[in-house]
């Protein structure tokens, strides 16, 4: 059974940090593309973040380019997000995502995905 647990969510003021990590299990993480979504109220899901199973390829919504970063350690079945300089736009419940990689770059459309985990609140302040 596939599962991804995030965590790191919480409450910050406007400039500060959050890491999130998404805990993997009952997959083999190493070939799985990873990604980052977000749904703010009354809002579609948004893509965020993604890597590809090798470690490369990252891409990001342009929004949160040069103040997120998403990396993996897959001896740990984890990925991460490193959110800095946090604004009040970027409050949203985000998600994690995993597909098994291919050839070429991660999806940025949340039907990309097989497997998503719970969410995990994220709130900036003004």
């Known amino acids: 059974q596939v599962q991804l647990v995030e965590s790191g969510g919480g409450l910050v003021q406007a400039g500060g940090s959050l890491r999130l990590s998404c805990a993997a299990s009952?997959?083999?993480?190493?070939?799985?593309?990873m990604a980052w979504f977000r749904q703010a109220p009354r809002k579609e899901r948004e893509f965020v973040a993604a890597?590809?199973?090798?470690?490369?390829?990252?891409a990001y919504v342009d929004s949160v380019k040069a103040r997120f970063t998403i990396f993996r350690e897959n001896a740990k079945n984890t990925v991460y997000l490193q959110m800095n300089s946090l604004k009040p736009e970027d409050t949203a419940v985000y998600y994690c995502?995993?597909?098994?990689?291919?050839?070429?770059?991660?999806?940025?459309?949340?039907?990309?995905?097989?497997?998503w985990g719970q969410g995990t609140q994220v709130t900036v302040s003004s």
């Open positions: 995502a995993g597909d098994l990689g291919m050839v070429g770059r991660p999806s940025e459309k949340p039907i990309g995905y097989d497997y």
């Open positions: 009952g997959l083999m993480f190493s070939r799985y593309d």
């Open positions: 890597i590809s199973w090798s470690g490369d390829r990252p």
